[in-house]
């Protein structure tokens, strides 16, 4: 019998404020597609990265296709035949995609052989990528389907992919699973790190679960249920959300006509958006990404001052060119898709990541209230439920989910007028997906308007009182979400609800 193609013995890391790995063992077999399962904070980038050779274990060997090795960085375990695409983008935003696919693959080849490799690997795994494509100009679906062209390329042995489908569509997540099982068919050994329940029920041969740095459970995720899954990794199953229905009061945003010409070549424009949004209700926004919805964002939170006078109130005064500053004086807040540069400056503290849009907390003269902002951060990690060293912990220590999770929650206690999220869950585990989804429903209730773009249907579906999708730069008329069905808001992402406009 052929030697297991990766061996974990007892891998330990220890950083200053948790263990993140503690006396780990996994076994991965070749063809195997093996999730690796945990809440947020539990560990798994950790362990990948050290696979990766990103992060060194203080404790415990590796065995590579049966034989001892050190994994001393990436180009090491690249060599080895080890790929990652990791959950957080590590792109250069200035570089065409085959600029950055290049920098990865340890130029063996000509920018020309990448570009053509590049357009090979996409048709073959249905995986459309432009390489010309500067990056900056790719919404955040576009860029990960770059990552995962990257680490196609090297033809792996095995394959790290963490949380590949959190801004995926589900036609997208279809199409990765064919690729996926395809590479595993042909002997790719396949570590999967997701959130999402279902996925790895339908993709996975085989589960191991962490919590707080250990394994406490190997599972088949086929034999198991979704409950099944949720108590092996959080010890519970998700609280369900109380739903009750929208009261809706006054116009808190109205766009109206609202068009701009796309800021980069490979953006899109924005044609006649009109949209209103009543206090007390939430409206998402459905759509594949890359269809306008970050140039509409861009024109809310007044990064792009372009609109029209006019063209965007809330209530009822235009802030169509008003800074964000002032924007957020009136009680618009918002949380971008981009958790770390946008959202977060990765180098600070949370403490002053909390300053970045809580300007309550800095006094006349600019000075600012330390002990405040330090209560306002510590209060955050506790309600939300973020696993951090403290309010001094610096943002990129955190694990993305709980990063996201003090994100989302610095802007939901602001207690805003109108809050517009991108991705509200991105890569939170089950019990804060549910947590958060209660969070932002509570605030409608207390007279919020919401405004929330994501690419997960479902999540649409479970939280928003209407929906409108957006695709090519327009905005389709709302629905209420009880007569919406996912058919009909898939068949309106290709942008036919005009026809059926027509015949209604
Ligand atoms: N560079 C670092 N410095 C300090 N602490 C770190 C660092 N990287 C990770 N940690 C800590 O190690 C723990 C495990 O983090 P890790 O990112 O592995 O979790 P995860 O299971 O991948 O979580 P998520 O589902 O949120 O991505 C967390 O408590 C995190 O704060």
New binding site residues.
């Given amino acids: 019998m052929s030697p297991p193609r990766l061996e974990l013995r007892r891998i330990s890391k220890q ?4 263990r ?1 790995n503690d006396g780990v063992n996994l076994l991965v077999q070749p063809g195997q597609i093996h999730a690796v399962l ?10 990948m990265k050290i696979i990766y050779g990103a992060v060194r274990p203080d404790e415990g060997e590796i065995l590579w296709n049966g034989q001892p090795v050190q994994i001393g960085s990436p180009a090491r375990a690249r060599e080895l035949g080890i790929s990652m695409v990791y ?1 957080h983008f590590s792109l250069f935003d200035t570089l065409t995609a085959a600029e950055n696919v290049w920098l990865g693959l340890d130029q063996s080849l000509s920018l020309a052989e990448v570009s053509a490799r590049i357009r090979e690997v996409s048709v073959e795994y249905g995986l459309e990528v432009d390489p010309l494509r500067p990056v900056h100009s790719l919404s955040v679906g576009e860029r990960q389907r770059v990552e995962i062209v990257r680490a196609l390329l090297t033809r792996p042995q095995l394959l790290i992919l ?2 590949p489908t959190s801004v995926l569509t589900p036609q997208a997540v279809t199409k990765l699973f064919v690729t996926l099982r395809r590479l595993a068919a042909q002997g790719c050994a396949i570590l999967y ?1 997701s ?1 999402k329940l279902d996925e790895i029920r339908a993709l996975c041969h085989h589960c191991t679960v ?1 919590r707080g ?1 250990r394994v406490t459970g190997e599972v088949d995720p086929t034999l198991e249920s979704n409950a099944s899954l949720s108590r092996l990794m959080i010890g519970a199953e998700p609280p369900q959300l109380m739903h009750r229905s929208a009261s809706p009061g006054p116009v808190a945003l109205q766009v109206r006509g609202l068009s701009l010409a796309r800021t980069d070549p490979f953006g899109v424009d924005l044609e006649g958006i009109d949209l209103a949004l009543r206090g007390g209700e939430i409206l998402g926004i459905a759509g594949v990404s890359g269809n306008g919805q970050g140039a509409l964002m861009a024109a809310l939170s007044g990064e792009d001052r372009r609109a029209a006078p006019g063209s965007i109130r809330l209530f009822e005064q235009d802030i169509a060119q008003a800074s964000p500053v002032h924007r957020r004086a009136r009680g618009l807040h918002f949380v971008p898709e981009e958790r770390l540069g946008r959202g977060a400056v990765p180098t600070l503290s949370l403490a002053h990541n909390t300053l970045l849009t809580r300007s309550e907390l800095v006094g006349p003269a600019g000075w600012l209230r330390m002990a405040e902002v330090q209560r306002l951060a510590t209060d955050l990690i506790s309600r939300f439920k973020v ?3 403290g309010p001094d ?1 610096v943002a ?7 990063l996201q999770k003090f994100i989302v929650g610095r802007e939901i206690d602001a207690r805003p007028k109108l809050l517009i999220v991108s991705q509200p869950t991105w ?3 089950v019990g804060a997906a549910a947590q958060i989804r209660g969070e932002l429903l509570a605030l409608r209730d207390a007279g919020c308007a919401l405004l929330i773009v994501s690419e997960e249907l479902d999540e649409l579906f479970e939280i928003c009182d209407r929906l409108v999708v957006m695709a090519q730069g327009r905005l389709s008329p709302s629905i209420a979400t009880s007569q919406a069905t996912v058919e009909q808001i898939g068949a309106w992402m290709s942008g036919l609800w005009d026809r059926e406009a027509r015949h209604a």
């Fill in positions: 950083y200053p404020a948790v993140a945990g809440e947020n904070g539990a560990g798994k980038s950790t362990l959950q963490d949380e790190i959130h962490l740095g696993k951090a060293g912990a990129r220590s955190l694990s993305g989910g709980n890569g939170v585990d």
